[in-house]
């Protein structure tokens, strides 16, 4: 029997429905219509919006809206992604179209084995994986084995790792992974994947987006009560949407709250180096060290934010900590089915964690202080403009790149979208898209305090005066949709 063209083997009905119900919303349906106004503004047939170009804030993605890559990483990834040029460096270097100290980073990592169109371990070059070690003994003084360091394709890979070995449904009861609300949607994706279930605990607004130990006891109890089996807590910090750089009290409270319950700690610190507070960042690694607290924990960093921004490289590591030596080889080979992480990726968290400190190093150092300032004065000018809005509360940003701002939206707003039949934070979104050409996320799709609306937005256009005009067009929209609800 010839099976007809209608007659599909996989339709939604017969594929795996975890893969359905997933959702991740920073790639969700406000930046698909946002697809389609770009299709018209490139295409001439932009007359019937009001703006001439969109300015994208709702994800991450800092050099696809005007940040440069920093010179240093790219002349080592240019010699080693082209090696006969690395043959004739000497010459760049004298005509000064490289620097001395990246053609010498390039032929060390070389000597090493760095050839980039080759499988590395599984883990990745153990070269680059000391380097990541010396890295953070120097941040945390302590050292970690590098036999535990994986190189990862950015961090969410190393997230994917971890929630698949955790997802233990032969134990009992639905697998419950502990996540702060709002949280990044990679997080409930994956449990959803695992046929697990999210326990959020809610980060307390009114107090800059902190954590209680109040507030995770109260999730976990409500979750266990319920038959949920809770085996792990995910730690965003800096936030991700809600801009907090936590201090070490609350970091304390969440390690020793981890401990009591026997959690394995997930710590998501990929916006280490985006630091606006008076208090330094700190390792949630270190935390457990001083606290001489046996907790299994895994770190995960990347080079898409901080301030590098090369999300596209897609580079990144996870660090797993005090766990047992057959459970990390069960990590390894899980590591394996996917023989390695990109080799261009895993040359980058070299540069990454071994910066330049030779010829390279004053370059380099005015490029990384250019973008950190630019991202504090944005941050800036974000918070003030929302805080002059009527009907629009935001904490102070404290880091990361995002803010999380609550909009007390009308009640014929609300009733609005209700006809529509969408989330009354996405009306709002929607419409300040086609008012504006400004491109945030409904913090529905983040969850929030029910009753509560908010949005997410970066502040990483560039240039700043790209930024400014789209927030004054913004709180022009603002005023008038409040004014057509209230």
């Not at 989330?423 to 929030?448: H, I, K, N, W």
Request: aromatic share 8%; hydrophobic share 40%; net charge negative.
């Amino acid at each position: 029997m010839v099976r007809g063209i209608a007659s599909k083997v996989m339709t939604l009905d017969t594929m795996n429905q975890r893969v359905i119900k997933a959702e991740y919303a920073v790639r969700g349906r406000l930046p698909m219509r946002a697809a389609e106004i770009a299709q018209d503004l490139a295409s001439g047939a932009g007359e019937k919006y009001p703006f001439d170009q969109l300015v994208f804030c709702n994800i991450g993605n800092p050099q696809s809206v005007g940040q440069a890559p920093l010179t240093f990483n790219r002349e080592v990834l240019a010699l080693l992604t082209a090696p006969h040029l690395l043959s004739r460096a000497d010459e760049m270097v004298s005509s000064g179209l490289m620097s001395a100290e990246a053609v010498a980073r390039a032929r060390e990592y070389q000597s090493k084995g760095a050839s980039v169109g080759a499988y590395t371990d599984s883990a990745g070059f153990k070269f680059i994986r000391d380097e990541v070690c010396d890295m953070l003994e120097k941040r945390d003084g302590h050292r970690v084995d590098p036999g535990h360091v994986f190189l990862t394709n950015g961090a969410s890979e190393g997230v994917r790792l971890m929630m698949t070995a955790i997802g233990a449904s032969h134990l009992g009861g639905p697998v419950g992974i502990m996540a702060p609300i709002p949280q990044y949607p990679l997080y409930s994706a994956l449990t959803t994947l695992i046929d697990g279930e999210l326990v959020g605990y809610y980060l307390d607004e009114d107090e800059g987006w902190a954590i209680s130990a109040d507030c995770l006891k109260t999730s976990y109890d409500e979750a266990t009560a319920r038959g949920i089996n809770v085996r792990a807590l995910v730690l965003i910090n800096p936030g991700n949407p809600s801009g907090a750089n936590l201090d070490d009290g609350t970091l304390e409270a969440v390690v020793k709250f981890a401990h009591e319950k026997g959690l394995v700690l997930m710590a998501d610190e990929v916006y280490q180096e985006n630091v606006f507070t008076s208090h330094p960042f700190k390792s949630i690694s270190r935390v457990v060290k001083e606290l001489c607290l046996p907790i299994e924990l895994t770190s995960m960093h990347s080079l898409s934010k901080g301030f590098l921004g090369e999300c596209g490289v897609r580079g990144g590591y996870a660090v797993f900590e005090n766990f047992a030596p057959e459970v990390i080889a069960q990590f390894i080979k899980l590591k394996s089915i996917e023989l390695c992480s990109n080799t261009i990726g895993q040359l980058s968290v070299g540069l990454m964690v071994r910066p330049p400190i030779a010829d390279a190093k004053l370059l380099y150092d005015t490029e990384m202080a250019a973008v950190l300032e630019g991202l504090r004065t944005r941050a800036t000018i974000l918070t003030e403009t929302m805080n002059r809005l009527h009907g629009i509360t935001m904490p102070e940003i404290g880091g990361a790149m995002y803010a999380f701002p609550q909009v007390e939206l009308p009640a014929a707003a609300i009733k609005a979208a209700e006809a529509q039949g969408v989330p009354a934070d996405e009306f709002y979104c929607m419409q300040a898209l086609e008012t504006t050409g400004l491109v945030v996320v409904p913090g529905s799709g983040f969850r929030q305090q029910p009753g509560t609306f908010h949005f997410r937005t970066t502040f990483l256009p560039q240039p700043t005066s790209k930024m400014e005009k789209a927030l004054s067009a913004f709180a022009t929209f603002h005023r008038e949709f409040m004014r057509k609800y209230t």
